[in-house]
T-cell receptor, first 117, second 117 residues
Framework: AQSVAQPEDQVNVAEGNPLTVKCTYS??????LFWYVQYPNRGLQFLLK??????LVKGSYGFEAEFNKSQTSFHLKKPSALVSDSALYFC???????????????FGKGTKLSVIP | DTEVTQTPKHLVMGMTNKKSLKCEQH?????MYWYKQKAKKPPELMFV???????INESVPSRFSPECPNSSLLNLHLHALQPEDSALYLC????????????????FGQGTRLTVV
């Protein structure tokens, strides 16, 4: 079974400061890792992914994430937070299977990010 | 174009009504998904269609009936719903890598906010 843990229900950060949203995962085989953002009453918007290659991946809106295999982590980061970054963030994982198992996209419980002006 | 379009955006229905949710994508993705999301919770997988065939049904009550008329369209037919079925219903699609058989990121629509009265 695969799982994702987002240990913080809420993260508060001042505008202009760096932000980190934490994610750890458990999966058999090589992980495919994703971050999504959700604004109120909207769908999930894809931010970035790690499939293979460089451990630091860059995504939309200045976000990046660092894959750490030994710590099974995939933390989301941004050097300078904006008020408009305030939203709900979900980390998700797929196992590197083929067949029916490859459909299973497991989400963390979500972290609410509040950027304070 | 990474757009998944869902209609309607909002739906209020009585417990004896029959209604349908619609989803459309033109990215050529052959996997399409229905998720249910309660407030401040992660999405929960309901159904997966692969190449227009139902691949996964996550023990969803029969009052929810999915349909995939073609590779671009996905419907969710609703009948005799309960108030606890009120939620945001999200459609998503993903591309399957023909070499690895693996699906990577899923793209989500904006959702249908369903209220059952």
């Amino acid at each position: 079974a695969q799982s994702v843990a987002q240990p913080e229900d809420q993260v508060n950060v001042a505008e202009g400061n760096p932000l980190t949203v934490k994610c750890t995962y458990s999966v058999s085989g090589n992980p495919y890792l994703f971050w999504y953002v959700q604004y109120p009453n909207r769908g999930l918007q894809f931010l970035l992914k790690y499939i293979t290659g460089d451990n630091l991946v860059k995504g939309s809106y200045g976000f990046e994430a660092e894959f750490n295999k030994s710590q099974t982590s995939f933390h989301l980061k941004k050097p300078s937070a904006l008020v408009s970054d305030s939203a709900l963030y979900f980390c998700a994982v797929r196992g590197s299977y083929s067949g029916a198992g490859s459909y299973q996209l497991t989400f963390g419980k979500g972290t609410k990010l509040s950027v304070i002006p | 174009d990474t757009e998944v379009t869902q209609t309607p955006k909002h739906l209020v229905m009585g417990m004896t009504n029959k209604k349908s949710l619609k989803c459309e994508q033109h990215m050529g993705h052959r996997a399409m998904y229905w998720y249910k999301q309660k407030a401040k919770k992660p999405p929960e997988l309901m159904f997966v269609y692969s190449y227009e065939k139902l691949s996964i049904n996550e023990s969803v009550p029969s009052r929810f009936s999915p349909e995939c008329p073609n590779s671009s369209l996905l419907n969710l037919h609703l009948h005799a719903l309960q108030p606890e079925d009120s939620a945001l219903y999200l459609c998503a699609s993903s591309h399957r890598n023909p070499r690895t058989g693996q699906h990577t990121e899923a793209f989500f629509g904006q959702g249908t906010r369903l209220t059952v009265v």
